[in-house]
C-alpha cells in the first residue's frame, strides 16, 4: 500500500541537519566506497540518458540525503524518493526544502500508485535497500521499476552483491556499521521530538524481519533481464558491494 508522507513535526533545523548528517556518515559502513560509487553514477546516468536525467527517483532513500544530492547534481530534474518509514520521512521532508517530493509507500507490495503520477522515470536508484527483500519480492520490484521506467531509461541497484571465491578480499560487513545504526537510533529516541512517530515506526515493522538476501551480481543482472530491461550489468564494485545498471 503506498500514502502520503506523514504529517512533518515542528523540528529544530539544526537537529534535522544533524540527524541527516549522521544519518549519512552510519550508512557510509553499511556501502564502503559510497564516495566512489557516487562518483561513477553521475557519469554512467548522463551517459545512458544522454544528459541530466529530467526525472529521479529514489526507492527506499530514507531521510533523502542522497535524493538531495542527486538534485544538487541535477538542479533541473524533477526528484521524488519513497520510503515507509515514518521517521525517515519526516526528516527528509523537514530537510530537503522542497527539492525533492517525498512518497511513502511499501516495497513489499504494490507502491507504484504512490509515485507513477512523478514518472515515467529517466533515473531510478535503490542503494542498500533491495536486501530486506525476499527473492520473489527483489524479482517484483525489478518489474515494477521497469514499469515507471521511460524507454531508454535506468535502473541503478547498489547493494550487497558478493563474488563467489573472494571471501577474503570482499570480507564481511564490519561490526562498528551496526553499532554506528544503534547509537543513530537511540540519540533520536533520546531526542524526544519524533517520539510519536518512533511510536508509529515500532507499528509499521512489527513482524517484519529484514530477509538478508545477498546473491551474487548475475542472479540481479538475470533479475532484470527477465523483467524486461534491454541491457544490465555491473558499473561499480567495492568488495562485496556493487552496483548493478539496467537499462528499460
Do not use: K, N
Not at 45 to 51: L, M, N
Not at 203 to 230: K, N, Y
Amino acid at each position: 500500500m503506498a500514502s502520503s508522507p506523514p504529517a512533518v513535526p515542528v523540528l529544530d533545523r539544526a537537529a534535522v541537519d544533524r540527524w541527516r548528517r549522521s544519518w549519512d556518515e552510519a550508512m557510509a559502513g553499511f556501502l564502503p566506497g559510497a564516495a566512489a560509487f557516487e562518483q561513477v553514477l553521475p557519469a554512467v546516468v548522463e551517459a545512458v540518458c544522454g544528459g541530466a536525467p529530467r526525472r529521479i527517483l529514489d526507492l527506499g532513500g530514507g531521510p533523502g540525503v542522497f535524493a538531495e544530492r542527486m538534485a544538487g547534481r541535477w538542479p533541473g530534474a524533477e526528484v521524488a524518493m519513497m520510503d515507509l518509514d515514518p521517521v525517515l520521512l519526516a526528516l527528509a521532508a523537514a530537510g530537503a526544502d522542497g527539492r525533492v517530493r517525498v512518497h511513502r509507500g511499501d516495497l513489499t507490495s504494490s507502491w507504484c500508485g504512490a509515485v507513477g503520477p512523478d514518472g515515467p522515470y529517466d533515473l531510478i536508484t535503490i542503494v542498500m535497500t533491495i536486501h530486506y527483500l525476499t527473492p520473489g519480492r527483489a524479482l517484483a520490484l525489478y518489474r515494477a521499476a521497469r514499469s515507471v521506467l521511460r524507454p531508454g531509461g535506468l535502473l541503478i541497484v547498489a547493494d550487497l552483491m558478493p563474488e563467489a571465491g573472494l571471501d577474503r578480499v570482499t570480507g564481511s560487513l564490519p561490526p562498528a556499521a551496526g553499532l554506528a545504526w544503534e547509537r543513530w537510533w537511540d540519540e533520536v529516541r533520546a531526542a524526544g521530538a519524533l517520539r510519536h512517530l518512533l511510536d508509529e515506526r515500532q507499528a509499521v515493522f512489527a513482524g517484519r524481519v529484514p530477509a538478508e538476501f545477498a546473491p551474487p551480481a548475475d542472479w540481479h543482472r538475470r533479475a532484470a533481464l527477465r523483467s524486461g530491461f534491454e541491457q544490465a550489468g555491473v558499473v561499480w564494485r567495492w568488495g562485496a558491494h556493487a552496483a548493478l545498471a539496467a537499462i528499460a
